[in-house]
């Protein structure tokens, strides 16, 4: 009688969607390095674009980044390729790329297919934070806060206001007490 020993199917799983997801994060992040290299991106630029990315936006990431570690995103590309046919990898980047252009338009308010509309600094950024949530086992810490922590620290927090109040219903609800504070002649 054949027995399958299902502990070690689903460790073997494990493996290749890490090694999967370890693949992807090398060719995407060699390509948007090589792309940076290019445009010869400071770290100023970097640490600034870091540091001016609202709260909201890095606790999204974390908490994101959480949910694909806990639920493997590669088990989601498995699942849309039973759903609607291709690869299972295909569908992971794709997830990848939703989440790259997701945090792109965040930061910059625009997606464009012309790279040189962006600012390098602020793409390397959202590179950054997109790859990060498909990199593997990063569910275990707040890196990206640590580093967000790091970009304040580094540009001694000129850009902490716009990062925190940057939410819209923070900004509306600060206009609106604004508004009602009797200003003096």
Known sequence: MFLVDWAAQRAKLKTANWLVKL???????????????????TVGDYVTAIAKTPIWLVVAIELFDKLADKKDYTTWGIYMSRQWGGNSVLWGIVIGLIAFLGVLYIMTGTITMNMNAYSPGVFLAAMTFALYIVMPETGDDELILFL?????????GQYLHEAVFSLPIISKLMTVILSRLPLPL
């Open 148 to 156: 967000w922590l790091a970009a304040q620290v580094a540009t001694k």
């Open 23 to 41: 693949l992807i994060v090398v060719v995407i992040g060699g390509y948007g390095l090589m792309w940076a290299a290019d445009k010869a991106v």
